[in-house]
């Protein structure tokens, strides 16, 4: 599939049903335009306090793709894709993010000003009170940005595989980020156009994984 080529973007029950983790990929580019169209519902995710305590880097040029690539085990669909997108957990997000999040709040009318208010302490507190957990909640905020980014794709005609298989510290040296303890990789994201199809390997009847009330009380559908 081309880059220039039109397409209907599949409805979301359609791009989660039909998303596969692609792992070869065409060395067709994305364009500019479907790229900020992906970068917008990637950062339309949901995050708590709306914080977006994340940062999102472009893997796009050819050397950097290598180096990526070279710190995920030679993992070849970031050489392959035209782009990966790179997740990074921003602990400290809430002390730099805190200001312009509360005046976006307000100036749009989500937020009355008494929100506002209370948020200017309750996050600060609230974060203050993760101690040690502050990355893992940043780190989940993350995979739901990149959630987002993975079913925006497949609706809009890509392919896309997250990716674990990479050392923190080798992916922090290539993006830049090596010597920031506060940031911290939560997922790679390879997106491009699939050079070959893959099957869906069928899931668990929900009687073995999802239950009712309690583990053990099967929900049966």
Same mark, same amino acid.
Not at 58 to 77: F, G, I
Not at 116 to 122: E, H, L, M
């Given at each position: 599939?081309? !880059?220039? @080529?039109?397409?209907?973007?599949?409805?979301?029950?359609? +791009?989660?049903?039909?998303?596969?983790?692609?792992?070869?990929? *065409?060395?067709?580019?994305?364009?500019? =335009?479907?790229?900020?169209?992906?970068?917008?519902? @990637?950062?339309?995710?949901?995050?708590? /306090? %709306?914080?977006?305590?994340?940062?999102?880097?472009?893997?796009?040029? =050819?050397?950097?793709? +290598?180096?990526?690539?070279?710190?995920? /085990? %030679?993992?070849?669909?970031?050489?392959?894709?035209?782009?990966? &997108?790179? &997740?990074? #957990?921003? @602990? *400290? #997000?809430?002390? *730099?993010?805190? @200001?312009?999040?509360? =005046?976006?709040? !307000?100036?749009?009318?989500?937020?009355?000003?008494?929100? $506002?208010? /209370?948020?200017?302490?309750?996050?600060?507190? &609230?974060?203050? !009170?993760?101690?040690? *957990?502050?990355?893992?909640?940043?780190?989940?905020?993350?995979?739901?940005?990149?959630?987002?980014?993975?079913?925006?794709?497949?609706?809009?005609?890509?392919?896309?595989? &997250?990716?674990?298989?990479?050392?923190?510290?080798?992916?922090?040296?290539?993006?830049? #980020?090596?010597?920031?303890?506060?940031?911290?990789?939560?997922?790679?994201?390879? $997106?491009?156009?699939?050079?070959?199809?893959?099957?869906?390997?069928?899931?668990?009847?929900? !009687?073995?994984?999802?239950?009712?009330?309690?583990?053990? %009380?099967? /929900?049966?559908?």
């Amino acid at each position: 599939m081309s !880059s220039t @080529t039109q397409i209907q973007a599949l409805d979301v029950p359609s +791009a989660i049903f039909q998303r596969r983790s692609i792992k070869n990929f *065409k060395t067709d580019p994305i364009s500019p =335009e479907l790229l900020k169209q992906l970068v917008e519902l @990637t950062v339309a995710a949901p995050s708590s /306090y %709306n914080l977006q305590d994340w940062q999102i880097i472009l893997v796009q040029d =050819e050397a950097q793709k +290598a180096a990526l690539a070279a710190a995920s /085990y %030679n993992q070849q669909q970031i050489i392959q894709a035209p782009v990966t &997108f790179v &997740f990074i #957990a921003d @602990t *400290k #997000a809430s002390e *730099k993010n805190l @200001t312009p999040i509360l =005046e976006q709040g !307000s100036a749009t009318g989500a937020w009355n000003e008494g929100t $506002v208010n /209370y948020f200017k302490t309750a996050i600060p507190q &609230f974060q203050t !009170s993760l101690g040690d *957990k502050q990355r893992e909640y940043a780190i989940k905020d993350a995979i739901i940005a990149a959630t987002h980014l993975v079913l925006a794709a497949e609706s809009l005609g890509l392919s896309t595989c &997250f990716m674990n298989g990479w050392v923190e510290e080798k992916v922090k040296e290539v993006i830049g #980020a090596a010597d920031n303890a506060d940031l911290a990789i939560a997922v790679l994201v390879p $997106v491009g156009y699939a050079a070959e199809p893959r099957l869906n390997p069928g899931r668990l009847p929900f !009687s073995y994984n999802v239950s009712v009330d309690r583990i053990g %009380n099967p /929900y049966q559908g």
